[in-house]
């Protein structure tokens, strides 16, 4: 069974929206977080599949390149939320409003 | 064998000189880092913050030996294309050491100040700066996004090193929440614009547009306005701008104007490259993109600005109507309308810096010293430093003789050029409206009394942005309880950058040749 | 020798920024003796280019040293650069030589002021702006230092500042000044848009493809910011009043340099009034009748120092004359004699005004020369020498602009013949009254106000510059003798510059003799009509009408019809317009802004989920609108 390219292209699209849909609807910061991969994991499906359509090489390597990043951000980003926590245990996205106008 | 001979690897060639700057960052920050393992005796903060400053300056020097390179030889590319070496890129090298070289001094004091051991702080400096350079010179779009996140990644950990300001932290995750949330979208942007033309790699985007004629280009214009909310996220474009005023004010100060005037920098070189050399086929559908975009940054910033207390907000609301007037250049979409923003984001990196080492040095021990009343009667107290100060936010006002008009001059010609009368005025009333909170904090230095207006009681200023009692701006009035007002120490290092920052902007604004001169060589390559 | 040339407006630049830092430090007399030193050595510099200079072969003398390019602005290109010529070199010469020595004066003469490191302080700041006019190689150079020295002369009119007469003399002098100033911007703007340069050779090189109409509205426009820097008909009433400053700025900025500078600038543009002569014209007319002007309020003036400073008016009237007609080395030769002369009798009149402790009425002066020997012959030597008496200098320069004068048109040579007799009159009236008489200053006229005054010469560091001023207005004229072709070397030394004469005139021997026997009868007349009227006497209300003595009321009728309605307009529209139109609008707006900004800030809530969807909203926006162009 063959699957057209336009169903990946589609699946990732939505993939994006439930990701940033995610981000903008949970409190949890590291669900959120969670979100912000699911986006950058559509964008990895589009770059694949676009890379088959045009059978071209690059499209596959960029993935590379997105995974090592997303995995800085992680690393990055877990660091700045562990700190924040320690403070402040349980805290979610909403309790962090002390800057503002 | 015959096995291995098939899989031999074809290395691209890689000029090493080309990117001796970023490596000279990447190898001195690494080297920095480990450096305070390899003794066992405590190594004071000043070593490291001369080491950065070394760093930053041998990459000045290689920056300028790249360009005396491509003067003679003209521009090139290394690294299979993805690294374009021509003056567009120069001058944001040359801009981005000099940024670390004052950033570092600035620094220095404020983590001595704070008592803040350790390298951390310059390491992250110089990879940001390393990022930053890359986006100036990438010539891919993958090159691009890696380089803003080289670029971003120091700059969310810079926002949040100050553990003891629990501003710090919020402004840390906000700008690391929404930084990668606009990582995702700049992702996916160049997914789409990948599928679209077949390549990453800007020239051959171009030339592709160029010779196609594309019959369904949704995908492709999808890909653009994706990229471009990823760009207007970083240089803080309305409505992407929201992170700043907050990440601004929770940031340790030296910190934020060291990443307003990188990210300004590297954002903005990434940003005219890609649209203005590589999608300027398609400029009829992106100027009147860029055409609101900069309108509403233009006015949200400057009316924003004139409600805020704490002079970082208020100058985090001033790099947005600063963001507008360079996107104004863009929106012209001419190499005049280019040249003019390029030249804006040279001076305004220089303005900002210098703004935020005299913030810094306000701010006092516990970097919390920062509303308004802070600055109340500076002028009597310590001449020389408000003085100094009182230059930096003439010169973000525009006033004739600094830098900072030159570089709105510049940018509303293009536009007048380009014939966009309606965002040349729009770009001139914001900076009206901004001269009145720039003016508000010279006029509270100099403890000058405005005239009382008709109908207002007395005391009460007739300056537009603070009459009403609840600003609590009536630079008559006694000092609030819990503002330090004591005299603020100045260390040698950052007075030094400080006269540098206004030495460049008075200089450069009576004389303005070499600056213009230099920043008029920023060619594209392509 | 050449490349030295930096230096001249360098140096009393950098004197004026030591005493801007230092000047308190140094003190009374040393930020003085500091100042006088800079334009000395400016002095020395001068003569090394001059003698450079003068090596060069005649047709080669002009030097461009560009320092750096100063603006780049679309087409507009300009250097900071200075021309070296004979003629900014003259001007050069003569501007540091007379500098030099009245910063001398001044250390004596200010003394005992509290602000005397200021004084220098402007005066080295004017000094460089003065030779940055003269040898800029360009026009905006040459603006940049006209209006320098036309700020140095509004911060010395206005140096006893305590005084109301002394600041509202200076604001006269800036409000006139901005009158011509502004023609001279226009005019600025003329050149460098027919032009597309504002460089002196690109400029005169360009004037062939020039329309007529637009040569003569430059003549006429640049005239105009002359004659407010050098005061002639309308704009010469702040001179007057400029008097109000300390006697040696009168002497330097108010007679020798700043004023002359808009001859200067006539003489510079000579290839634009070449092919301009209906411009040129004007300026000869003008020229002539503010010479009579000048001189008729002379006669009849009190002040001693007005009566100089409108005889400054009247001589630089007949400069206007000469370059108006063409006759420029005429122009420049009467302005190098007029510096020295008048220098010398403004420096003479303020060591009168000290000796009489700062009266400058010379009806109640009288007998001074047996108590002041020193400024007494050399006032006279001044008085015969702007008179014309044959020998002294004025009698070859006055000759020289008479002779060129007649050669034009014989009704401008009457006109000058009068002012001639006016001049030796009005200034023999001056000497009698202060140097000879009775000693009127002993009847005080208030009470007390002259007790125990003993008037006496003034110490060396004053008398000195008197002495080398006497010397050089004696003998000034030797440098430019029309009496025998070999010994106008002044003309020769000028005539590459002035290449492109409108007129040009040849008298035989007999004819120039002719009209040196005519000069030296009206001077004498002069003086004859001086000594016959004031010998013996004191008032003469016949002579001194009350027209005259109000200068013809044109000062009142300024004031009356142009300055109080002005002000009245003003303060009118203070009250109404301003207050509730302009206020009113600005108030509005404001509050406009700042009621939005209260509603706009209470959107940046503080939490992220709200920024992510101002985000996202924005990506949704920009998404929507791509879609619409998409195809």
Partial sequence: ?101 | MKLLAVLTIVTPHVNYVAILPELILIGGALLLLVSGQLVFAKIPTAFYSIGSGAIAAAALVASLVIWHDVQARGPFTTIADSVAVDGFAIVFLVLVSCILILASAIANDFLVREGIDGPEYHVLALLAGSGAMLMAAANDLILIFVALEIMSIPLYILAGMDSRRRESGEAAIKYFVLGAFSSAIFVYGIALVYGATGSTNLPQIASYLNTNIITSNGVLLAGLGLLLVGFGFKVSAVPFHMWTPDVYQGAPTPATGFMTALAKAGGFAALLRVFFSTFGVLRTDWQPLLWAIAIVTLLLGAILGLVQRDVKRMLAYSSINHAGFILVGLAAATSQGISGSVYYVFVYAILVLGSFAVITLVGGKGDENHDLDAYRGLGRRQPVLAFAFALLLLGQTGIPLTTGFLAKLYVITAAVRAHSYALAVIAMLSAAIAAAFYLRLVFLMYGVKLPVGSGGDEGALSLPVTGEPDDGLDPTGSVPTGVNIGRVVVPVPTAVAIFVTVAVTVVFGIWPGPLVDFVHAAHFLF | MLRVAFLIPLLPLAGFVILLLSGRKLGNPLAGWLATIMVAASFVVTVVVFAGLFRLPAGGRSYTQNWFTWISAGHLHVNMGLLVDPLSMTMAAFVTGVSALIHLYSIGYMEHDEDFPKFFLYLNLFVAAMLLLVLANNFLLLFLGWEGVGVCSYFLIGFWFERDTASSAAKKAMIFNRIGDAAFLVALFLIYERTGSLDYHTVFSHLGSVGEPSLVAMGVLLFAGAVGKSAQIPLYPWLADAMEGPTPVSALIHAATMVTAGVYLMCRINPILYRAPDAAHVIAIIGAVTALLGATIACAQNDIKKILAYSTISQLGYMFLAAGIGAYDAAIFLMLTHAFYKALLFLGAGSVIHAMNDDQDVKTMGALARLMPITAVTFFIGWLSIGGLPVFSGFWSKGDVLLNGYGFSPALWVVGALTAVLTAYYLGRAYLLVFRGQQRWVEARKPGDRAGLKPHDPSWVMSVPLIVLGALSAVGGLINLPIHPDLDFLDRWLSPVFASRLFQHHWGLGGVWTFALIDAALALLGVALAVALWGHASERPAFEPVVLQRAWYIDWAYDRFIARPSTEVAIETSSVVEAKGIDGAVNGFAWLVRSTARHLRKVQTGYVRNYALGLAGGLVLVLAYVLTRAS
């Fill in chain 1, 1 to 101: 069974m063959s699957v057209s390219a336009t169903w990946y292209l589609t699946l990732a699209a939505v993939l994006f929206t439930i990701g940033a849909v995610g981000l903008l609807v949970r409190r949890n910061v590291l669900v959120m977080f969670m979100c912000v991969e699911l986006m950058l994991n559509a964008a990895n499906l589009t770059f694949v599949t676009f890379a088959r359509r045009l059978n071209d090489i690059a499209g596959q390597t960029a993935v590379f390149f997105v995974l090592v990043v997303a995995a800085a951000e992680v690393v990055v980003g877990l660091g700045i939320i562990v700190s924040i926590y320690r403070r402040r245990p349980g805290a979610t996205a909403d309790d962090l409003h002390g800057l503002k106008g």
